[in-house]
Protein backbone atom coordinates (compact mmCIF):
# COMPACT_ATOMS: atom_id res chain seq x y z
CA UNK A 1 0.00 0.00 0.00
CA UNK A 2 1.08 3.83 -0.60
CA UNK A 3 0.28 6.20 1.81
CA UNK A 4 0.58 9.32 2.54
CA UNK A 5 1.87 10.45 5.96
CA UNK A 6 0.98 13.01 8.09
CA UNK A 7 3.39 14.17 10.30
CA UNK A 8 3.71 11.03 12.63
CA UNK A 9 0.66 9.38 11.47
CA UNK A 10 -0.20 7.23 8.02
CA UNK A 11 -2.01 8.62 6.40
CA UNK A 12 -5.10 7.79 3.40
CA UNK A 13 -3.85 5.45 1.08
CA UNK A 14 -3.28 6.32 -2.61
CA UNK A 15 -2.05 3.39 -4.24
CA UNK A 16 -1.09 -0.50 -4.06
CA UNK A 17 0.71 -2.78 -5.12
CA UNK A 18 2.50 -6.38 -6.03
CA UNK A 19 5.70 -7.60 -6.32
CA UNK A 20 6.75 -11.43 -7.77
CA UNK A 21 10.13 -12.62 -8.53
CA UNK A 22 10.90 -13.22 -12.16
CA UNK A 23 10.31 -16.93 -13.64
CA UNK A 24 11.82 -19.29 -15.87
CA UNK A 25 8.34 -19.40 -17.15
CA UNK A 26 5.80 -16.61 -16.61
CA UNK A 27 2.60 -17.51 -15.05
CA UNK A 28 0.76 -15.11 -16.66
CA UNK A 29 -2.58 -16.79 -14.54
CA UNK A 30 -0.77 -15.51 -11.15
CA UNK A 31 0.13 -12.02 -12.84
CA UNK A 32 -3.79 -11.79 -14.03
CA UNK A 33 -4.93 -12.59 -10.13
CA UNK A 34 -2.73 -9.93 -9.16
CA UNK A 35 -3.87 -7.22 -11.08
CA UNK A 36 -7.61 -8.36 -10.51
CA UNK A 37 -6.43 -8.01 -7.14
CA UNK A 38 -4.91 -4.70 -7.51
CA UNK A 39 -8.05 -3.60 -9.33
CA UNK A 40 -10.00 -4.50 -6.43
CA UNK A 41 -8.35 -2.78 -3.78
CA UNK A 42 -7.98 -0.16 -5.90
CA UNK A 43 -12.24 0.83 -6.56
CA UNK A 44 -12.81 -0.30 -2.60
CA UNK A 45 -10.24 2.83 -1.47
CA UNK A 46 -11.61 4.59 -4.23
CA UNK A 47 -15.58 4.29 -2.86
CA UNK A 48 -14.34 5.04 0.81
CA UNK A 49 -12.39 8.07 -0.12
CA UNK A 50 -12.99 11.20 -2.09
CA UNK A 51 -9.95 10.79 -4.37
CA UNK A 52 -10.62 11.24 -7.95
CA UNK A 53 -7.83 8.41 -8.86
CA UNK A 54 -5.52 5.67 -7.48
CA UNK A 55 -2.19 4.17 -8.22
CA UNK A 56 -1.32 0.60 -8.65
CA UNK A 57 1.73 -1.05 -9.30
CA UNK A 58 3.03 -4.65 -10.95
CA UNK A 59 6.54 -5.87 -10.55
CA UNK A 60 7.46 -8.90 -12.22
CA UNK A 61 10.89 -10.06 -11.83
CA UNK A 62 12.74 -6.80 -13.48
CA UNK A 63 9.67 -4.97 -14.93
CA UNK A 64 7.53 -2.33 -13.39
CA UNK A 65 4.27 -1.35 -14.49
CA UNK A 66 2.30 1.93 -13.31
CA UNK A 67 -1.63 1.67 -13.30
CA UNK A 68 -4.34 4.54 -12.61
CA UNK A 69 -7.64 3.39 -11.82
CA UNK A 70 -10.33 6.31 -11.86
CA UNK A 71 -14.64 6.30 -11.70
CA UNK A 72 -16.24 7.44 -15.05
CA UNK A 73 -18.20 10.26 -14.65
CA UNK A 74 -22.05 9.98 -14.53
CA UNK A 75 -21.60 6.10 -14.45
CA UNK A 76 -20.88 3.39 -12.03
CA UNK A 77 -18.07 1.87 -13.94
CA UNK A 78 -14.10 2.51 -13.30
CA UNK A 79 -11.16 2.34 -15.69
CA UNK A 80 -7.65 0.79 -15.23
CA UNK A 81 -5.42 2.30 -17.80
CA UNK A 82 -1.74 1.41 -17.62
CA UNK A 83 0.20 4.75 -17.69
CA UNK A 84 4.18 3.16 -17.37
CA UNK A 85 6.03 0.54 -18.18
CA UNK A 86 9.75 0.34 -17.39
CA UNK A 87 12.30 -2.48 -17.29
CA UNK A 88 14.46 -2.55 -14.34
CA UNK A 89 18.61 -2.50 -14.30
CA UNK A 90 19.66 -5.78 -13.04
CA UNK A 91 23.02 -4.38 -11.95
CA UNK A 92 25.32 -1.28 -11.83
CA UNK A 93 26.69 -2.10 -15.01
CA UNK A 94 23.25 -1.90 -16.43
CA UNK A 95 22.13 1.79 -15.20
CA UNK A 96 22.64 3.72 -17.98
CA UNK A 97 20.24 1.86 -19.99
CA UNK A 98 18.06 2.57 -17.17
CA UNK A 99 18.36 6.53 -17.12
CA UNK A 100 17.28 7.16 -20.84
CA UNK A 101 15.76 10.28 -21.85
CA UNK A 102 12.49 7.72 -22.59
CA UNK A 103 12.41 6.78 -19.04
CA UNK A 104 13.34 9.81 -17.33
CA UNK A 105 10.57 11.71 -19.26
CA UNK A 106 7.50 8.39 -18.57
CA UNK A 107 8.73 8.91 -14.92
CA UNK A 108 8.29 12.62 -14.73
CA UNK A 109 4.87 12.58 -16.68
CA UNK A 110 3.91 9.91 -13.96
CA UNK A 111 4.56 12.13 -11.35
CA UNK A 112 2.73 15.43 -13.02
CA UNK A 113 -0.20 12.79 -13.64
CA UNK A 114 -0.61 11.94 -10.13
CA UNK A 115 0.72 14.77 -8.20
Known amino acids: MICK ?14 AKLAEITT ?9 LR ?12 NMDAILAFQIHGWNLKVYITQKMPDTPFYTMTELLSIPF ?9 FT ?9 CLYKVFW
Request: aromatic share 4%; net charge negative.
Open 38 to 49: LAVMNVKTLKKS
Open 89 to 97: PKSVEQLDA
Open 100 to 108: TRNNLESLV
Open 5 to 18: IDQMSWGYPVGHGE
Open 27 to 35: NIDALANDL
